[in-house]
Each structure stands twice: as C-alpha cells, then as structure tokens.
C-alpha cells in the first residue's frame, strides 16, 4: 500500500528566511504533484515531476525529485507572508489513485 | 485550462436527511473521477473512484449504502450523501483524472449536518 510523508506537518519562519518541506513515499511511483491549498479553498496545483532528477522552480518555490530514495523537496527561498499555507505533496500508485501526504502548514511571520 | 465545476459549495441540511454533491468537467472528458473528503487541518482521504458506466469502487472503511457514486457520463459525476449525520460533516472534492495530463480538482463542497 502506497503511503506519503511529509514533514515537518508545521513550519513557523520568518519572513526571507529559507526552508525546506519534505516528502516521501513508500513505492515506486512515476508521478508526484505538489499543491497549496488556502484555507476553506480547494487545491491549486504547483508542479508536477515525472522523473528522478527533476526540478521546476516557480517564483521562490523550487521542487526536485529523487526517485531512488522516494524522495521529493519543496524549498522555499526568502518567504514572503503570501506564501502562508498549506502545501501538500501527492503520488501516483499503480492503479492510478493520487494518495496525498498529511500537508505541511507554513506561517510566514514578518 | 481543464475545468471541474463542483456544485454547490456549501450546504448545510438536518441530520438524517440526504445530500448530493455534483462534479462536472467542462472541457474534457472526465473517465475517472476521484472523491476526497477532508476534515479540519487533515489531509485529503481518498474515499471513492469512479469510472464512467460502470460502479464504484470504495477504499476501505468507506460505505458504499452511505456514499452513493454515480458517474453516467464522461462530464458528470455525482456524490450522495444519503442519511446525513453530523460526522459527515466534512469538506468534500472530486477530481477528475485526465491520464497523462494529470489531474483537476474541483472548488469543493462545505456539509455541515445540523
């Protein structure tokens, strides 16, 4: 059974600081999806990597996969209080189902 | 870009009645549709796929009597909730799978059972 963690699951930083949310998985997948979800808000798609050694950057948000150690980051590079919420990394098992990690809240202070 | 309405966003009804959530992809063809539910500060629980003509297919733990799928067509696909009680109270969303193109979730529906 495919199982997905994240952690920290709560990140409290400061403003221009930089800091990396993590996430792994149990089996082979060909597929991760990063997300940010606002609160009472559905889910807004931030990048999606398909293949061990990708990285896609948008903004200050970099993502990267290692598909060898199930891995995959989300760094986040001099935070900005726009960037509070909660960010959620997602992989695709073999029968295509999309099993979501538990979400990492991230609260940017000024 | 690919599109799925959910309607409606919020409802809120008496314990014991009945509820349906609806999921339409407006500009592709939804095979596949996904239902989540999610409870306050936790993540998305997978609760049901849905292919178009055939059944449902429920995770465990999910009751299917009570969580009642339908997905006649490849643009529409709906979420019962039948005898409604306050643990149900929950913010539920579709997605629809679009195979290689990944996946698009719908705005989400708010239940509150009074």
């Known amino acids: 059974e495919l199982k997905v963690e994240q952690n920290p699951l709560f990140l409290s930083m400061q403003e221009g600081k930089n800091y990396t949310i993590y996430c792994n998985y149990s089996?082979?997948?060909?597929?991760l999806y990063w997300y940010r979800q606002d609160p009472g808000k559905s889910l807004e798609s931030l990048f999606v990597l398909l293949s061990n050694g990708a990285v896609k950057q948008e903004g200050r948000l970099m993502a990267s996969l290692d598909t060898k150690a199930r891995l995959s980051t989300l760094h986040i590079t001099a935070a900005v209080h726009d960037l509070s919420a909660t960010y959620f990394c997602?992989?695709?098992?073999?029968?295509?189902?999309?099993?979501f990690g538990q979400g990492t809240t991230l609260q940017v202070k000024p | 870009g690919a599109v799925v309405s959910q309607h409606p966003s919020w409802v809120i009804c008496k314990s014991g009645t009945s509820v349906k959530i609806e999921c339409r992809s407006l500009d592709f063809q939804a095979t596949t549709m996904f239902w989540y539910r999610q409870f306050p500060k936790q993540s998305l629980m997978l609760m049901a796929t849905s292919n178009e003509g055939s059944k449902a297919t429920y995770e465990q733990g999910v009751e299917k009597d009570k969580f009642l799928i339908n997905h006649a067509s490849l643009t529409l696909s709906t979420l019962t909730v039948t005898s409604a009680h306050p643990e149900d109270s929950s913010f539920y969303i579709c997605?629809?799978?679009?195979?290689?193109?990944?996946?698009?979730f719908g705005s989400g529906t708010r239940l509150t059972v009074v």
């Open positions: 997602a992989v695709v098992g073999n029968t295509g189902k999309l099993i």
């Open positions: 089996t082979t997948s060909d597929r």
């Open positions: 997605s629809g799978g679009r195979g290689n193109y990944g996946y698009t």
